[in-house]
């Protein structure tokens, strides 16, 4: 796991400073998992780990919800042999446009990074709607907190990193009022957040 740090460090998929989470949170650390895609050699060596895990579980479909999980589904999906496909959202909810899931058909969501787990429950439900089995999440990160865990269980990561994140009014961040609010994800968030490094 160690390594995988590393790696996301040597193509600054880590990064410092004061960022507006999908979740609605707010965190002084924020992981561009896309800076990674940029090499898709080190984003294999990342996704290795999970991958031997995937292999040992009964899944047939890795979904990935757009942008951040297509990537990894994908990787994954070379990895294991298991199909992949992805959702995306159409007029800001997640839908499943491009592909089909059929009726039993257990599927694993793939994430790029997962705080809360609130995103993958919109993936979760376009899965069930479809007639999936929603079987939990793997991810590159798993950010949960052992007292606010995933609504589904994520059942593999790359790498698991226990950094603070705050409610917007409890944020020392903001508090201190010297670093800007950055919103770097693929989400519409209900506020905009100016995107100045």
């Known amino acids: ?25 707010h965190s ?55 199909r992949a496909i992805f959702t995306e959202r159409v007029e800001n909810v ?19 990074v997962v705080t809360t787990g609130v995103s993958s429950l919109e993936t979760k439900r376009v899965i069930e709607q479809a007639g999936g089995v929603c079987v939990g999440i793997c991810c590159v990160v798993d950010r949960t907190k052992a007292d606010a865990p995933s609504p589904i269980p994520i059942v593999a990561s790359a790498l698991k990193l226990d950094l603070p994140n705050y409610a917007p009014e409890e944020c020392p961040i903001c508090k201190a009022g010297k670093l800007p609010l950055v919103h770097l994800g693929s989400r519409k968030m209900a506020q905009k957040a100016k995107q100045t490094l």
């Open 1 to 25: 796991m160690s390594d995988a740090i590393e790696i996301l460090k040597s193509c600054d998929a880590f990064l410092e400073g004061h960022f507006l989470l999908s979740s609605g949170r």
């Open 28 to 82: 002084g650390a924020y992981c561009q998992m896309a800076y990674l895609q940029q090499y898709p050699e080190k984003c294999a060596e990342v996704m290795k780990p999970v991958a031997e895990a995937v292999k040992k579980l009964d899944v047939d479909v890795i979904v990935g919800p757009a942008m951040g999980g297509i990537v990894y589904a994908y990787e994954l999906g070379r990895q294991t042999g298991k």
């Open 94 to 112: 997640m839908a499943l446009k491009r592909f089909a899931i059929h009726p039993g058909e257990k599927c694993l969501i793939a994430e790029d």
